[in-house]
């Protein structure tokens, strides 16, 4: 349903079973809590039940529902309570593996990674996430950003390059 000329209030339990973890992925990337990615989350579907009429179509659902989302974290993150309180909670990845070690050095690798993406800067966190994780075309990014594609492009490289340099820093062993 990348597609919809309009939404009713039908459709809201298939975007929440199509969209939900997307939407709960990206706000706690932005928020980096889980607590606030729950709740944020069903107050992005709140949104959309109440709204669904002013959806026109003009971009796909989901750039939809992410634009939605990015503006209730940015008022939550203006909110005096999180400036005054700022608690990070880590997330793990679960994968299954033909062995324990090799189960384990995933989950320390994706831990390793999630950590460094976890620290760029919400600009550059943001553009790699609705990247790598959603695929999201760089012409929807930048309307749902609101900057120029360029920027956008320039975002993602940096965050690239930021994360690269941290994983050459941090290896255990040089290969020659």
Same mark, same amino acid.
């Given at each position: 349903? $990348?597609?919809?000329?309009?939404?009713?209030?039908?459709?809201?339990?298939?975007?929440?079973?199509?969209?939900?973890?997307?939407?709960?992925?990206?706000?706690?990337?932005?928020?980096?809590?889980?607590?606030?990615?729950?709740?944020?989350?069903?107050?992005?579907?709140?949104?959309?039940?109440?709204?669904?009429?002013?959806?026109?179509?003009?971009?796909?659902?989901?750039?939809?529902?992410?634009?939605?989302?990015?503006?209730?974290?940015?008022?939550?993150?203006?909110?005096?309570?999180?400036?005054?309180?700022?608690?990070?909670?880590?997330?793990?990845?679960?994968?299954?593996? $033909?062995?324990?070690?090799?189960?384990?050095?995933?989950?320390?690798?994706?831990?390793?990674?999630?950590?460094?993406?976890?620290?760029?800067?919400?600009?550059?966190?943001?553009?790699?996430?609705?990247?790598?994780?959603?695929?999201?075309?760089?012409?929807?990014?930048?309307?749902?950003?609101?900057?120029?594609?360029?920027?956008?492009?320039?975002?993602?490289?940096?965050?690239?390059?930021?994360?690269?340099?941290?994983?050459?820093?941090?290896?255990?062993?040089?290969?020659?």
């Amino acid at each position: 349903m $990348p597609y919809v000329s309009k939404l009713d209030r039908s459709s809201l339990r298939d975007l929440m079973e199509t969209y939900g973890s997307d939407v709960w992925n990206y706000i706690y990337c932005m928020t980096r809590k889980v607590d606030s990615a729950d709740d944020l989350t069903q107050e992005v579907f709140i949104r959309v039940y109440e709204k669904m009429e002013s959806f026109r179509g003009e971009c796909s659902v989901r750039t939809w529902l992410f634009t939605i989302a990015r503006r209730l974290v940015l008022n939550y993150k203006r909110s005096a309570f999180i400036r005054k309180v700022f608690l990070v909670d880590w997330i793990t990845r679960t994968e299954s593996s $033909p062995s324990a070690e090799s189960e384990a050095l995933s989950r320390i690798h994706a831990h390793t990674l999630w950590e460094y993406v976890l620290e760029l800067p919400e600009p550059y966190r943001e553009a790699l996430m609705l990247d790598a994780s959603y695929g999201l075309p760089v012409k929807e990014m930048a309307q749902l950003l609101g900057i120029p594609e360029g920027t956008v492009k320039s975002r993602i490289a940096r965050a690239r390059t930021r994360i690269a340099s941290k994983l050459k820093e941090d290896a255990p062993y040089e290969r020659t």
